[in-house]
């Protein structure tokens, strides 16, 4: 659905359990890894989302949001 490879689905998991076991807590372990969990995903998504443009890969979420047409920019024909 994503369009994730599957080799890496478990570093989205963690990532994702990690960003929200920090939302609201006051514990600053979580916070820390919360933080770091934040900025792994964005690397691998911006890696993701420039390669699915260069290559004009609508495939999965990414590919779609990746290569939607921007406000007020010509839709693909």
Same mark, same amino acid.
């Given at each position: 659905?994503?369009?994730?490879?599957?080799?890496?689905?478990?570093?989205?998991?963690?990532? *994702?359990?990690d960003m929200?076991?920090g939302l609201?807590?006051?514990?600053p372990a979580?916070? *820390?890894?919360?933080?770091?969990?934040?900025?792994?995903?964005?690397?691998?998504?911006?890696?993701?989302?420039?390669?699915?443009?260069?290559?004009?890969?609508?495939?999965?979420?990414?590919?779609?949001?990746?290569?939607?047409?921007?406000?007020? *920019?010509?839709?693909? *024909?």
């Open positions: 659905m994503l369009g994730v490879e599957p080799v890496d689905r478990p570093d989205l998991l963690c990532w *994702s359990d929200m076991g609201g807590s006051p514990d979580r916070l *820390s890894r919360a933080m770091t969990a934040f900025s792994e995903y964005t690397g691998y998504i911006a890696e993701r989302i420039a390669r699915r443009r260069r290559d004009g890969d609508e495939s999965g979420l990414v590919g779609v949001f990746a290569n939607a047409p921007s406000p007020g *920019s010509q839709a693909k *024909s």
